[in-house]
């Protein structure tokens, strides 16, 4: 869990601009003062609470982090280290989603199950590769699966799978274009950025 939480708090600040010991003071001043920031920690300690028999607890973090961000992130579902919020307010993960490393998310975006009462099959979670980024009031639900470097852009609503390094926008979502990982990740892919 704590090498999670660390990834996450890194994962906030660009450690290109901000060089050396400045960079943890950053790190340690945003967990302090910042919402969006509060609720990834809060969700990560809820998911470490929620395998055991204190599984309670995990839902009253997710209650305090939806009234201190905005945001409700199940204690279920599964993100890797890196996850940042770059704002949180009405931000929504449902229990089932499963998400890589380096997942980025705005203000309004959801990750869910559709409502229930439609095709059997068009039901369930989206699983999000790595290094994805989900713009603001975007919406992924259901069985979608989003490619590895792939941005969804802002209001978007995506109703098929995205493929890998993939910009897709509107509504439905459309592919508009492809990217590189240098646009990606501001720097060539590198070993380990996508295990």
Not at 51 to 56: E, Q
């Amino acid at each position: 869990m704590w090498s999670l939480i660390a990834a996450d708090l890194k994962a906030n600040v660009d450690h290109t601009r901000v060089p050396g010991p400045l960079f943890w003071v950053k790190v340690i001043g945003k967990l302090v003062v910042t919402p969006q920031v509060q609720v990834v920690v809060l969700y990560r300690i809820g998911q470490a609470l929620a395998r055991t028999p204190l599984r309670p607890l995990a839902f009253v973090l997710r209650a305090w982090g939806v009234m201190i961000s905005g945001a409700e992130i199940h204690p279920d579902a599964r993100i890797g280290p890196g996850f940042a919020l770059m704002h949180s307010s009405g931000v929504v993960i449902g229990g089932g989603v499963v998400a890589g490393r380096g997942l980025r998310m705005a203000q309004g975006a959801t990750l869910g199950e559709p409502g229930r009462g439609g095709d059997p099959a068009a039901w369930g979670f989206p699983v999000v590769g790595h290094h994805v980024t989900i713009g603001a009031n975007a919406t992924v639900v259901g069985p979608r699966h989003l490619g590895d470097g792939c941005v969804v852009g802002a209001n978007s609503v995506v109703t098929r799978d995205v493929p890998e390094l993939t910009v897709v926008g509107g509504m439905p979502a459309k592919e508009l274009k492809t990217v590189g990982w240098e646009l990606v990740l501001g720097r060539p892919l590198a070993a380990g950025d996508l295990d």
